[in-house]
Structures are given as C-alpha cells and as structure tokens.
C-alpha cells in the first residue's frame, strides 16, 4: 500500500504521547521525519519511532521534497508561521486544535490552503471515537426524537508552572475553554449535526494566578432549536473529574462518561423511551436502557487514516479545519459574552 510520508513538527508532546503511536497503526502513514527544538530530543524521537531524518528546525524539514504532510503539533504560539510555511511548501497539513491564536488568523491559514490546494484538516481526534460515531448514527436515525438537551464537561488538573506556553494568551490564545472545551463544543455539534448560534457564558479564574482562565461554564443554543452547556475547568483533580457528554431528546437520552479524552470507548448509556402518555407518578424504568459495546481500536489511527486517504486518494477531509474555525469562532463568542454579560448571538 502506498504511505503517507509524514513529518512531524512539535515531536515530543502529544505527537509522541499519542499521535505518533496511532500512526505505527495506520496502514497507510510512515513517520518520515521528526523535528523538536533540539537535536538531541529529535535524534531520540527518531529512534523511537524509527523515522529516517531528524531535524532541529522547521525550515529544513519543510524543504525535504519526499515528505508529503506534516503534523504540527508545536506550542500553539507556533502554528500560524508553521502552517502557512508548510503551505508554501506544498506539504498537506494535519494541524492540532486551536489552529491558532485567534479565529481570523485561522481562517486566514484554511484560506490560504484551500486557494493553494493544500489539504488542511484539525487535531479534533474525538471524533473519531467508536462511541461517538454510533451516538451520532442514533440520532441522525431519529432514535431520539427532537433533540432538546446537550452537555459536556472536560476538566483537568492543571496548575500554575514556570513557562508553561498554555497559561498566557499570547502563546495559548485562551485558557479551559480553548484547550479543553473545544473538544466539548466540537462533539455537540458533531454529534447532533447542529450548529451553536448563540452563546452566553462565564470565565473566571477560580484558583489559579496565571493569565488565562480556569474556569469556563458556556450555555448555548443549536440551530435545531436544543439548548446546552460545556463545562471546562483546569482546577478539578484529574481523579475527581468524570468527563461527560449527555444527549436529551424527546425519545430517550445518551450518557457517556469517559468518551470525552485520549482513548478510545468509555462508558455509554442509552435510553430509548417512545412515552405515550403524562405519568403523574413520574416513575423511571431501566428496562429501556443499554450499554454501548464494540469499541475498537485508537482513535489518533483512524485519524491519521482517514487523512492519508484524503490525501493518496482524494476522499473528502472528514475533519475539516473550517470545523475549528467555526468553533475558535464559538469560543471567542464565549469570552465575549463572559466580559458582557451579554450573550451572543454567532
Ligand atoms: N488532540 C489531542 O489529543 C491533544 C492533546 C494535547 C495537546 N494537543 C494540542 O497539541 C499541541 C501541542 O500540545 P502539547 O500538549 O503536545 O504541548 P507540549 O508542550 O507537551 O509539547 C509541545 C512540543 O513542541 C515542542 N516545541 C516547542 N517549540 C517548538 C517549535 N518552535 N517548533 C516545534 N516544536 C516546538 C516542545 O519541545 C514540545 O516537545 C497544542 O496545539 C495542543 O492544544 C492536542
């Protein structure tokens, strides 16, 4: 089979947490070349992963010709002149969320990708779990009725430490919101198919001193008319946190804890419940529940799969980055509405 020859800008995060070993598992991705800000960090990624060329600068990966599509997975400070550099040299992209510090210089790099032929798609990885593709089949199934209801929470531990690139604005572009809840925001939306058309919210810093929030609560409304809200806080512990994502509608309800994260399953309760009457008595049977089963495989291959296809065979980008700009959109929106007490409508 033909591969996908990768390389990977921002090697030692999450490309090496997760990314990478996804892509040992797609059959049509080879890590080609790794690049970190030293060449000891790289030379050591490169062994790990058995990739041919390590390199301690951008600008030399970029002008390696056999390298098709670069993951960048760089500090978010760092996204905007990868991107556009690695557009002008012609390699596909697969960028992590946010694209970048703010929605218009976002939309400015899929702008330039797509006038220029270049395949852009965004690091919304959760998508691509089992349990949220099946949850999106119900409903588009109609298994749910009219949907009314929708939340999501995605917390974690995350406390002030020196140079830490995601506690100021200028190198994170936000705080909970922007690192953790667009994963929240994304889902409702993917998985009802609605879009957030207005927004009211509250964003504080709860506990922490550093300069972006801990602590972002959104309500909202879709264009199917449901209601919802995202949590999104780093000042929970990362024991105490659930991460959840509910589903309400007017035939039975959709429980998942766990889905929210870096691995693929969780725990999915569903509720099909087709009430025929008002019940004064108001009172609840488990008969109709089940748990969702059969979740299999990572979600970070799939990812990287679907991607390379796009790009060997010319299959639609299924993850878009304009998906990450309508909701780096929401999210500023989000902030807006905090500072206003107004909400916001997109
Ligand atoms: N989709 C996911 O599962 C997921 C999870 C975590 C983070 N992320 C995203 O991935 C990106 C990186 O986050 P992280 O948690 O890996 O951060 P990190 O700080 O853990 O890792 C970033 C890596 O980039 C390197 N780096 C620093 N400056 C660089 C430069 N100029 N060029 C190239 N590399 C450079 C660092 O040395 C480090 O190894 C962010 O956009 C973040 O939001 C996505």
């Given at each position: 089979m033909k591969?996908?020859?990768?390389?990977?800008?921002?090697?030692?995060?999450?490309?090496?947490?997760?990314?990478?070993?996804?892509?040992?598992?797609a059959d049509n991705a080879e890590i080609y070349a790794v690049m970190e800000i030293n060449m000891e960090m790289a030379e050591n990624l490169r062994a790990k992963y058995n990739a041919k060329y390590a390199y301690d600068?951008?600008?030399?990966?970029?002008?390696?010709?056999?390298?098709?599509?670069?993951?960048?997975?760089s500090p978010v400070i760092c996204h905007e002149r990868q991107a556009l550099a690695a557009a002008k040299a012609g390699k596909n992209i697969l960028i992590e969320k946010p694209i970048s510090l703010?929605?218009?210089?976002?939309?400015?790099?899929?702008?330039?990708?797509?006038?220029?032929?270049?395949k852009i798609a965004v690091g919304l990885m959760m998508r691509y779990n089992t349990y949220h593709q099946e949850m999106k089949k119900l409903i588009a199934d109609g298994k749910l009725g009219q949907i009314v209801s929708c939340h999501a929470q995605f917390t974690c531990w995350y406390p002030e430490m020196a140079n830490a690139w995601r506690q100021t604005k200028a190198s994170a572009g936000g705080g909970a919101m922007t690192d953790l809840g667009i994963h929240c925001l994304d889902l409702i939306?993917?998985?009802?198919?609605?879009?957030?058309?207005?927004?009211?919210?509250?964003?504080?810093?709860?506990?922490?001193?550093?300069e972006v929030e801990d602590a972002c609560s959104a309500l909202f409304k879709l264009d199917c008319g449901a209601f919802g809200t995202v949590d999104a806080n780093f000042n929970i512990p990362d024991?105490?946190?659930?991460?959840?994502?509910?589903?309400?509608?007017?035939?039975?309800?959709?429980?998942?804890?766990?889905?929210?994260?870096?691995?693929?399953?969780?725990?999915?309760?569903?509720?099909?419940?087709?009430?025929?009457?008002?019940?004064?008595?108001?009172?609840?049977?488990?008969?109709?529940d089940y748990k969702m089963t059969g979740a299999d495989g990572n979600m970070y291959a799939r990812e990287v799969a679907s991607f390379g296809d796009?790009?060997?065979?010319?299959?639609?980008?299924?993850?878009?980055?304009?998906?990450?700009?309508?909701?780096?959109?929401?999210?500023?929106?989000?902030?807006?509405s905090s500072e206003t007490g107004e909400f916001i409508n997109l």
């Open positions: 591969k996908v020859r990768w390389g990977i800008l921002g090697a030692g995060g999450i490309a090496d947490r997760r990314t990478m070993p996804g892509m040992l598992l600068n951008e600008t030399d990966l970029l002008a390696n010709p056999d390298i098709d599509a670069v993951y960048i997975a703010n929605a218009q210089m976002s939309e400015d790099i899929v702008k330039y990708c797509d006038e220029n032929g270049i939306e993917y998985i009802t198919g609605s879009r957030i058309v207005k927004v009211g919210a509250l964003s504080d810093n709860m506990t922490f001193s550093y024991d105490a946190a659930r991460c959840r994502i509910e589903i309400y509608g007017t035939k039975g309800s959709i429980r998942a804890e766990g889905t929210i994260g870096q691995m693929d399953g969780g725990d999915v309760l569903v509720t099909l419940s087709d009430t025929k009457g008002y019940d004064a008595m108001q009172e609840r049977s488990e008969s109709n796009s790009i060997l065979n010319g299959t639609p980008v299924e993850v878009h980055a304009e998906n990450a700009v309508h909701i780096q959109k929401v999210i500023e929106a989000i902030y807006k």
